[in-house]
C-alpha cells in the first residue's frame, strides 16, 4: 500500500518571475511548461467566474512509475482566480493535467528540447523515481498483490530533497525570510514575462513522508460531552427527546470528528503545504466530500491524487506586501483536493508531438 507525501517549503525564489523547469515542484511564481504554451490551455487559464487571467497556486511534478503504467513526463498545475468576487465561487479553481502520452512516451519532441534547463540533465538518476506511488487500495487484504510495486520511501524522500536543491534559492530575496538554507538557485534560461499576468510569491518544495499513526488521529466520541445524550439518561425527561435532536447531534458529531482529524493531521507537520498520494484518500476538512465527477476526455472515474493545505496561504501572507496582502486575503479555503483522471488517459488529445492538455477536477472546502 502506498503513503502520504507531504509537500515543504524549501527556499524562496530568487523573484516571482523566476525560471525553472517542469521537473521542479513549487508554489507561486509562473508556470514552466514542458512544451511551449499550448493554444488549447488559453481557455484553462481563464477564470470561468470572471474571465480573468488565472495566477499559478501550485506546480507539481508528478510521474506515474507502475507495473501497469509508467509516465515519466508529467506534471499538475493548479491555478487560482485573486479576483475578490471570486473568493467563494468553485469554478474559480481549476488543475490541469499535461503529460507525455503514452504510447509516445520515448519521443523527445523538438519543442520539449528548446524548452528544458541544463539542470534537467543532472537529474536523469532521480527524476524517474520522483512521486512514483502506487494507487492505494481500501482493502488491506490487497496489499500483497501490491508488494512489487512498492518503493523505498527513504530513497525518495532524498531524491526530492536533492531536486529542491538543484531548483531553488538559498534563501527569501525580498523579505529575507530563510526557509532552507541548503538550496541553490537553478541553472535556466530567461524567460519572456508578461507583467499583466497575476503572480503570487514563489517558493521551491521538498517532500517528506508522513509517518502519522491512525490512533493518533482518532476522535472518540466519549471524549466528546453531549447535552443531549445526558439529557436522555435522566429518566424523568426521556420521553421529551426528540429523535431530530439525537440526529442533529450525531451529524455534527460527525462533523467534528472530520475537522478535528482534519486539524491533527494539519498540527503534526504545521509547514505542510500539500499532500499527494496518487490514488489514495483524501484528508477532508468537513463532511461534505464533494463530486470530482468523471474525466471529460475518457468518461473514466476521477480518484484523489494530491490537496492543497492551509499552512501554504501562512507562508504566501508572510511573502507578500500590505499594499498586495488584500488580494490573497481573500482566499479562504480550508483545502483544495484534486482529483485526475484514474486512467491518465492520452490517447485521444495528444498533440502531433505527443504531449496533452486535461483539465481536471479541484474541489474546494471553505472554513
Request: aromatic share 8%.
Amino acid at each position: 500500500m502506498g503513503g502520504v507525501f507531504l509537500g515543504m517549503p524549501a527556499a524562496w525564489a530568487g523573484h516571482m518571475h523566476e525560471a525553472a523547469d517542469h521537473y521542479t515542484t513549487k508554489i507561486g511564481g509562473l508556470p514552466d511548461w514542458p512544451i511551449p504554451r499550448p493554444s488549447t490551455s488559453v481557455d484553462l487559464l481563464k477564470c470561468s467566474a470572471c474571465k480573468s487571467d488565472l495566477c499559478l497556486l501550485a506546480q507539481v511534478y508528478a510521474p506515474i512509475s507502475k507495473k501497469s503504467l509508467n509516465i515519466e513526463e508529467r506534471v499538475i498545475y493548479v491555478f487560482g482566480c485573486l479576483m475578490p468576487e471570486c473568493s467563494r465561487t468553485t469554478v474559480s479553481w481549476r488543475a490541469i493535467r499535461i503529460q507525455k502520452a503514452v504510447n509516445t512516451e520515448g519521443l523527445k519532441s523538438q519543442s520539449y528540447k528548446a524548452v528544458a534547463s541544463p539542470a534537467s540533465d543532472s537529474k536523469k538518476e532521480w527524476k524517474k523515481d520522483i512521486w512514483s506511488l502506487d494507487s492505494l487500495e481500501e482493502d488491506d487484504d490487497d496489499d500483497d498483490d501490491d508488494d512489487d510495486d512498492n518503493i523505498d520511501l527513504a530513497e525518495l524522500g532524498r531524491a526530492l530533497s536533492e531536486a529542491a536543491s538543484m531548483a531553488s534559492h538559498s534563501k527569501k530575496q525580498n523579505h529575507g525570510r530563510e526557509l532552507t538554507p541548503k538550496t541553490s538557485s537553478p541553472v535556466c534560461a530567461a524567460r519572456v514575462v508578461d507583467k499583466r499576468l497575476p503572480v503570487i510569491p514563489c517558493f521551491y518544495i521538498y517532500a517528506e513522508e508522513e509517518k502519522f499513526s491512525k490512533k493518533d488521529t482518532s476522535v472518540c466520541s466519549k471524549h466528546i460531552s453531549s447535552p443531549i445524550k445526558d439529557h436522555e439518561n435522566d429518566p424523568e425527561t426521556r420521553e421529551e427527546t426528540w429523535e431530530v435532536e439525537d440526529y442533529e447531534y450525531d451529524k455534527a458529531l460527525n462533523a467534528d470528528r472530520v475537522y478535528l482529524k482534519f486539524k491533527k493531521r494539519v498540527d503534526a507537520y504545521p509547514e505542510q503545504c500539500f499532500r499527494y498520494s496518487y490514488g489514495g484518500k483524501p484528508l477532508l476538512a468537513s463532511g461534505d466530500a464533494g463530486d470530482p465527477g468523471t474525466c471529460r476526455l475518457c468518461g473514466a472515474a476521477r480518484h484523489y491524487e494530491m490537496q492543497l493545505m492551509p499552512p501554504l496561504l501562512y507562508f504566501l501572507q508572510e511573502a507578500v506586501s500590505e499594499k498586495e496582502k488584500h488580494a490573497l486575503d481573500n482566499w479562504n479555503w480550508m483545502t483544495l483536493i484534486v482529483y485526475t483522471c484514474s486512467q491518465n488517459c492520452s490517447k485521444d488529445n495528444s498533440s502531433d508531438d505527443g504531449w496533452i492538455v486535461a483539465e481536471e477536477a479541484v474541489v474546494v472546502q471553505y472554513e
